[in-house]
């Protein structure tokens, strides 16, 4: 097909699309004239790859390239995409903050979970807990003679941790090992990339949304239905 | 306290917190002379949770003005906060995609859930499928006689979306619920809705990491221990 049909199967404008072959995010088609080329379903794969990683994902296009390179390189085992992926998702988080890292690597232990000690996961889940922790009222404080406990949890020691942490980690771990377990390991290179990273991100904001869903009908059943629209007191 | 104690209270540069002032987004001090005004715990706690929002959450300066502003407002139910929460995430989410809301609604109907029918939450999840069923390879397309089941997730029927998302809403439906249930609803006002939005927006980034740590560790039993770092082919 041609650009102008690959960017209407697309959804993206010809503009768009023409800035991702400049960039080196989509691969060139065929040359068949001076300026003119033929693309074919791998080019309209990747495109959709593209918008669903940027648009639903969240990547920037520095995100996605770096996601694309990995993809594209043929040495690179199905963990190490994997390892890109969730480098790629969790820098879109925003975790800038210097978190500690003891109590993840005891957590870690906890679960007795084999991860990399520079996967950026590790950085996330450190990084709340110590948004947690700096939102903990300090006992000093007193506030309005409120405890601490009833308050924000707990993630002062060990024990603690875990009983945060543990009910959500005993949610995922089944649906991660599934996620692993479901993968079929002898499918084509290029479908079996897109497959881990469609799971690993759109997936993720699939829960993350189920998440609310849930949260919004329980509080509506505890707090009632709320007959005004949410922008008026 | 004064303004440069606060800020190091707060692990934030005094230029960072004289802006959060002039934009609105912390409450004044007690002045005590021209250009000086003394600061309380109420403004070290507000600026742990517009740190906590902007570095772990990734939510911009607006969608947090826009959060604080709802708190601010004694109007607010709890649910209204709650929404503005859940709004401010899955902005920041970069959902802008036009996203089909049919299998949505049917989604929720199955569920039995009852939720607003503007909820953000619902075009993030619509977005998602609408990723998935793009990514799919069409049966015309044939890929390499690679069928699409063992691709890409079936959404194209209500059953084929209850298979998918099931598995993920029956694990989150109980802990969604369980934070609800657990929320002292007699607590002074300002820390319930910080306990809200804690657990709204920081716990979603935990989810996410404890999933991602656990599929980490579920690839290395299936595939092995990668001994090179990720970016060694």
Redesign the interface.
Known sequence: MRLSELSRAA?LSPTTVKWYLRIGLLHRGQPTAVNQARYD?SHL?RL??I??L?????LSTDEVGDLIAAID?P??????I???A??A??A??????AASAAPIDDY?RH?G????A?????R??A??????A??R??PA?G??G?SAE???PDTTTPDAVYSL?D???D???????????NT?AD??RD?LV??VV?G?I??????????????????????G??KA??DT?
């Open positions: 959804g379903d794969r959709r790859l918008r669903a940027i648009e639903v994902g969240g390189d040495h690179r085992s199905i963990q190490n994997l390892a890109h969730h480098r998702s969790a879109s988080a925003g975790t800038k903050a870690i679960r979970w084999r991860v990399r520079d996967s950026p996961a590790r996330d889940l990084a709340v807990l110590d948004a947690i700096a939102l009222p300090q404080s506030a309005a409120v009833v308050t924000t942490l009910p959500y980690a949610a995922v771990e089944p649906l991660a090992a599934a996620e692993i377990a079929p499918l084509p479908l897109e497959r469609a690993t759109l997936l993720e904001r699939a829960i993350a949304a189920l998440r609310r869903l849930a949260q919004e009908h329980h509080a509506t059943k505890r707090y239905d709320p629209p949410a007191p």
